[in-house]
């Protein structure tokens, strides 16, 4: 039976989103192709900087902001070297190779804050690329695009 679950999992249901995830040396960039391409960069708060509320190495400035139970499919690659993409709550972990384009996807299904980290041994600062993953209803969704389109724009594709 697990051989049949480690091939449902690879088989990605249709998407209703999807969302571009590069690894840096050494924070994160997302880009959203389908909803105008603008893209930013995450990186992680440092501890002096923290807001209440906020954790110790898993908040970052720029949080990925998505619908909740929507399938978002992940395009997951790297700009210089190995990374990998992992978010315990959803099951995903997946590596991110420069050259490469890989595929994973998750549905959030509660509204929240979701945290990962980098999963592959990357350099000095493997341990403070933070993933944070908001998940929101779909009209907080539909504005904070509005947003970021505004706020990110110019911004550079990786
Ligand atoms: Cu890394």
């Known amino acids: 039976p697990s051989f ?8 990605l249901p249709k998407a209703d989103l999807t969302v571009k995830v590069t ?15 603008f893209s930013f960069d995450s990186l992680m708060v440092a ?16 949080d990925v902001v998505v619908p909740v139970n929507k399938v978002v499919r ?16 959803f099951g995903v972990k997946i590596d991110a190779l420069p050259g490469r384009l890989n595929e994973s996807w998750f549905q959030a299904t509660k509204e929240g804050i979701y945290y990962g980290q980098c999963s592959e041994l990357c350099g000095k600062d493997h341990a403070f690329m933070p993933i944070a993953i908001r998940v929101v209803s ?13 706020e990110f724009a110019g911004a550079a594709v990786p």
Request: proline share 6%; charged share 20%.
């Open 4 to 11: 049949r679950l480690l091939f449902l999992q690879l088989d």
């Open 47 to 62: 501890e002096a900087d923290l807001k209440p509320g906020q954790p110790r190495l898993l908040a970052v400035d720029n």
């Open 23 to 37: 690894g840096h040396q050494w924070y994160w960039s997302y880009e959203y192709p389908d909803n105008g391409a």
């Open 138 to 150: 779909e009209e907080e969704f539909a504005s904070w695009v509005e947003t970021a389109k505004q």
């Open 74 to 89: 992940i395009q997951v690659t790297a700009a210089d070297v190995i990374h990998s993409f992992a978010l315990p709550s």
